[in-house]
């Protein structure tokens, strides 16, 4: 039972470039959430999904960008990346929403970008 | 009013003590506060929740406790163990909503 995948699990970017970090759940939860760790700030959510097809912004989008073709994957694709996208990434998913349902996550991925 | 501000940073304890971790809130309208345990290069995960309609739950020797009327809440580790130490973050959110906001995260250190 695999729960929630991350790939990769590190990766160095330069700027400008771009990337997708892979996100995958094996438990057909509805709900997956893309947040960001940085230091003493706790997560920040930067987008969500309520199912297949449908997906939507959190609170720091920007830089971003989401799809959700099935029920199991929900990519994250930087675009241009930026110095103040070095972080690590965390992918959730839950069967209910965050008021009600636990949220299972994944190892994370640290991002670095020179 | 959307925060949720946890206290203190960081926190040292002695094996065998009791770890005190504090949040407060603004919003009168979250009705959900869940406490996550985060161990280093692992994702977060739910230990306990609670809903206001209640002062206190326990669960084994992680209790949370709630003040409505203070707006804060508070995550106590009885007998804290050297396998406690871990990051622990308090979040909120209202009813029907998809988001949590979270805390900033508590290092929790245990000394044996």
């Known amino acids: 039972n695999a729960g929630v995948t991350q790939t990769p699990k590190f990766r160095i970017l330069k700027i400008g470039q771009s990337m997708t970090l892979q996100c995958t759940q094996d438990?057909?939860?509805?709900?997956m959430y893309w947040y960001r760790q940085d230091p003493g700030m706790g997560l920040k959510l930067i987008y969500y999904?309520?199912?297949?097809?449908?997906?939507d912004k959190g609170e720091v989008p920007n830089g971003y960008n989401v799809s959700r073709s099935t029920t199991e994957d929900f990519p994250l694709r930087l675009e241009l990346a930026a110095p103040s996208q070095t972080s690590v990434y965390f992918c959730?998913?839950?069967?209910?929403?965050?008021?009600?349902?636990?949220?299972?996550f994944g190892e994370g991925s640290r991002l670095t970008v020179l | 009013q959307q925060q949720v501000k946890q206290s203190p940073q960081s926190l040292i304890v002695q094996k065998g003590g009791i770890s005190i971790i504090n949040c407060a809130y603004e919003?009168?309208?979250?009705?959900?506060f869940p406490w996550y345990q985060q161990f280093p290069g692992k994702g977060p995960a739910l230990l306990i929740a609670?809903?206001?309609d209640v002062s206190e739950k326990k669960e084994g020797r992680f209790t949370i406790s709630f003040n409505k009327s203070a707006k804060q809440f508070s995550l106590h580790i009885m007998d804290s163990q050297p396998g406690d130490s871990a990051t622990y973050f308090c979040?909120?959110?209202?009813?029907?909503?998809?988001?949590?906001?979270w805390g900033a995260g508590t290092k929790l250190i245990i000394k044996p």
């Open positions: 438990m057909n939860h509805n709900y």
């Open positions: 959730a998913s839950s069967y209910q929403n965050a008021n009600t349902g636990e949220l299972f």
């Open positions: 999904s309520v199912g297949a097809g449908i997906t």
């Open positions: 919003n009168t309208a979250f009705d959900y």
């Open positions: 979040a909120a959110s209202e009813i029907g909503n998809y988001q949590l906001i």
């Open positions: 609670i809903r206001p």
